[in-house]
């Protein structure tokens, strides 16, 4: 910019016209919208400090003698951008102010669309499977008291499933019982037994908890899938087939499912139950005719009614099923690994 009070010559006042000039030139060539036409106009010809104003004032600074040429260069100047902004207005007024290209033909961009957790998975499974059965899905507490969690299923007061190093208690009481994190679904057994009369089949998916220390087949927290039928002339039989229809629906048509005697307290005779599938037995739980403590417990007469309860961890099966060598990748949340299922 020129200064005022400097003397400037007329030959700097045409070379500041001529710059001014390709200035605008490139200004408005460049303005593609209404918006950009505006601020060029607010820098060549704005009252303050456009470019137009400053050469103005230095108008004053030329030699007198050569003033009269400088205002006639002045003059042209201020012609020429008059005319050069309204070509522009005029040229971003007759398109739209943005043209965005749209076709329509394109695909739309795909939303990243999550699905069911494995485990989830395998309960919504276990449910379909154990409902053809007619055995009805219920739900039952994670909070539970000792009395559904130990005394109705005939566990006793020394037996070591109520250690405290097994079991996560809780600083909650109920009367004089710390209540717990249920350490196995067989509470739901009692607590349907308790509301409910027979005939009863019912199957009960979910959560449950001990202080393990996690390793391949191990988790302080896992699911389990528990069965109760309680039907006059239950047997043992009606047991074994019901879980093999439970494992050839969930694993296919080429497993097997063996018993080896075993103890609980709630059932008797009891049994783990093995299945094996692509050549290696594994155990998949618990099972047996409901002791006949455990039907007294709920008011039920053992002379009369027979029923059989079985217990498989879910996340046992879903390993089998799918693979999965170690049950920590179910709870790791990596991606990668639940994209898979
Ligand atoms: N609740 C037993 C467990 O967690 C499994 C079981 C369920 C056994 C039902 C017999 C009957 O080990």
Not at 27 to 35: E, P
Not at 40 to 47: F, K, M, Q, Y
Not at 246 to 256: E, H, K, Q, S, T
Not at 290 to 304: Q, Y
Request: aromatic fraction near 6%.
């Amino acid at each position: 910019m020129l200064s005022r009070v400097a003397d400037v010559s007329l030959d700097e006042l045409i070379g500041e016209i001529g710059r001014c000039r390709s200035a605008a030139e490139d200004l408005l060539a460049g303005a593609a919208d209404a918006a950009a036409v505006e601020r060029a106009r607010v820098e060549l010809l704005g009252a303050r400090s456009g470019r137009l104003k400053a050469i103005q004032k230095s108008l004053s600074a030329v030699d007198p003698s050569q003033r009269r040429d400088a205002g006639r260069h002045f003059n042209e100047l201020k012609d020429w951008l008059a005319a050069a902004l309204a070509a522009a207005q005029e040229r971003v007024a007759a398109r739209p102010e943005r043209v965005v290209p749209i076709d329509v033909t394109l695909p739309g961009a795909a939303a990243p669309l999550g699905h069911v957790h494995p485990i989830t998975q395998t309960i919504r499974r276990v449910e379909e499977i154990m409902a053809r059965l007619g055995f009805e899905s219920v739900d039952g507490p994670e909070v539970e008291d000792q009395w559904h969690n130990f005394d109705a299923l005939a566990i006793p007061p020394e037996h070591p499933a109520r250690d405290p190093l097994d079991n996560f208690f809780l600083a909650v009481a109920r009367g004089a019982e710390p209540l717990l994190l249920r350490s196995q679904t067989s509470t739901v057994q009692i607590r349907v037994m308790e509301r409910r009369r027979p005939p009863l089949r019912i199957v009960s998916l979910g959560r449950v908890y001990r202080p393990d220390t996690a390793d391949a087949t191990h988790y302080p927290m896992f699911h389990q899938v528990e069965g109760l039928l309680v039907e006059p002339g239950a047997t043992m039989a009606h047991l074994k087939t019901t879980l093999r229809l439970l494992a050839v629906g969930f694993l296919g048509p080429g497993v097997r499912v063996r018993f080896r005697p075993s103890f609980f307290p709630f059932t008797e005779p009891s049994v783990e139950v093995d299945m094996e599938w692509g050549g290696r037995w594994v155990e998949m739980g618990g099972a047996g005719m409901v002791d006949p403590a455990v039907l007294a417990a709920v008011g039920l007469d053992p002379e009369t009614v027979s029923g059989f309860a079985f217990g498989l961890g879910v996340e046992r099966i879903a390993a089998r099923r799918h693979g999965v060598a170690d049950i920590r990748d179910f709870y790791r949340n990596d991606v990668r690994f639940l994209r898979q299922f």
